[in-house]
């Protein structure tokens, strides 16, 4: 019986043309948003060590001459030296997009170089031309990676690999929310307008719940690959594919680990469909009581949004950091360990948090529907009218 409900279901999402629709111009938008991120002001790799390069005129014209007398004054001088020496074969390697194990070592020991003037208090170096730690870690964890697997680096940001990734976070947030909330808002119109109909199905209120969010969940997450993969196709037509070894930054454990571009993306889905699952529980939870589909969606968005409101106003309740996961690029990359003060809230802890959410509202429907259930069954049919309902 199940098996039959679920194609029922199936039925009737195939035949419902709003979320078709909605669908394809959710789809549609990956696309379209390329000519835009290829036209925002992005910092290449080679302007970045351009720009890198030019500090260090400053930064030799401000150092204390009486420094450079004394011993450790010596040391951080000539420190610096071989930092701006190590910078120009960094963008001499980039400029001939060759020889990219120059760039890599180069980059390696200028880290070094940098955490040494950390042991010696950079004394000396003004205090704009001093790069925090957090920059070096992440720049280590990166060359470290293309060092590991060999890869050249790649200093274009205007290519598939990069715009894929960059439109998932793009997407994710306010926005999904909203997708994924118009999809399941027909969930349960068929249940509310036709209950004869689908009474002839004799499994429980979790199992229906089960199969339309699973079936629902199926569709978004279609829409949201197709989208994805065709923005990569634009990408690469009017770029380049790029190359989907190459590393990105992930947050994990109060520290920062280099994984590949696929990798990356992999678990932005796996987060997106876990929130998408989320939502469509949620959204059937809060429609069983509220029995309005406009309600229903502005109080899931109203809660969602409770964090991102504080924080505006500069209030950080560590209590509703599950509710953060709205957006799970913040978590990636950790500024949402920074605003919450709390390292170990990287994407380990947002899975876990979704996966328990989910589990609680499964909880709450099975506990409510048990209850509806034993009241209807111990009122009289004479006093619960409507048909002995």
């Known amino acids: 019986?199940?098996?039959k409900y679920f194609r029922f279901e199936l039925k009737l999402l195939i035949r419902n043309k709003f979320n078709w629709l909605l669908g394809l111009a959710f789809i549609l938008f990956f696309p379209l948003y390329f000519p835009h991120y290829a036209d925002s002001d992005m910092e290449s790799i080679q302007s970045i060590k351009n720009a890198e390069s030019g500090h260090y005129i400053s930064i030799f014209n401000v150092f204390p001459e009486e420094l450079r007398e004394t011993t450790k004054g010596e040391e951080i001088y000539n420190n610096l030296i071989e930092q701006a020496s190590l910078i120009?074969?960094?963008?001499?390697?980039?400029?001939k997009r060759d020889n990219f194990d120059v760039y890599i070592e180069s980059g390696l020991k200028l880290n070094e170089l940098r955490l040494r003037l950390y042991e010696l208090d950079n004394e000396g170096v003004h205090p704009d031309y001093i790069?925090?730690?957090?920059?070096i870690q992440k720049e280590d964890a990166l060359l470290h990676y293309y060092k590991k697997h060999k890869l050249p680096v790649e200093p274009d940001l205007i290519t598939a690999s990069h715009y894929m990734p960059a439109s998932l976070e793009y997407v994710n947030g306010l926005m999904f929310m909203l997708f994924v909330l118009f999809i399941g808002s027909t969930m349960l119109t068929h249940d509310h307008q036709k209950r004869t109909v689908m009474s002839i199905?004799?499994?429980s209120f979790v199992q229906?719940?089960?199969?339309?969010?699973?079936?629902?969940?199926?569709?978004?997450?279609?829409f949201l690959v197709l989208g994805v993969a065709l923005g990569g196709v634009a990408a690469s037509r009017e770029a380049a594919w790029g190359n989907f070894n190459s590393p990105m930054l992930l947050y994990q454990q109060g520290g920062v680990i280099a994984i590949s571009t696929t990798r990356y993306i992999l678990y932005m889905l796996i987060a997106m469909a876990l929130f998408a699952s989320l939502l469509l529980l949620a959204f059937i939870l809060v429609n069983t009581l509220t029995k309005?589909?406009?309600?229903?969606?502005?109080m899931i968005v109203l809660i969602f949004l409770i964090p991102t409101v504080l924080n505006f106003t500069g209030?950080?309740?560590g209590l509703l950091q599950p509710l953060s996961i709205i957006d799970i690029g913040p978590i990636l990359n950790g500024d949402a360990a920074s605003l919450y003060g709390n390292d170990a809230l990287d994407y380990k802890l947002a899975a876990f948090w979704l996966l328990v959410m989910n589990a609680g509202i499964l909880?709450?429907?099975f506990v409510g529907n048990k209850v509806k259930y034993r009241q209807r069954n111990a009122t009289p049919a004479f006093e619960a009218g409507k048909g002995g309902e």
């Open 88 to 95: 120009n074969k960094q963008r001499y390697s980039l400029w």
């Open 363 to 365: 909880g709450a429907l």
């Open 315 to 317: 209030l950080h309740i």
């Open 292 to 298: 309005n589909l406009y309600a229903s969606v502005l």
């Open 1 to 3: 019986m199940l098996w």
């Open 131 to 135: 790069v925090p730690k957090e920059e």
């Open 208 to 222: 229906k719940a089960i199969v339309k969010t699973g079936i629902h969940l199926g569709q978004i997450m279609v």
């Open 201 to 203: 199905f004799p499994i």
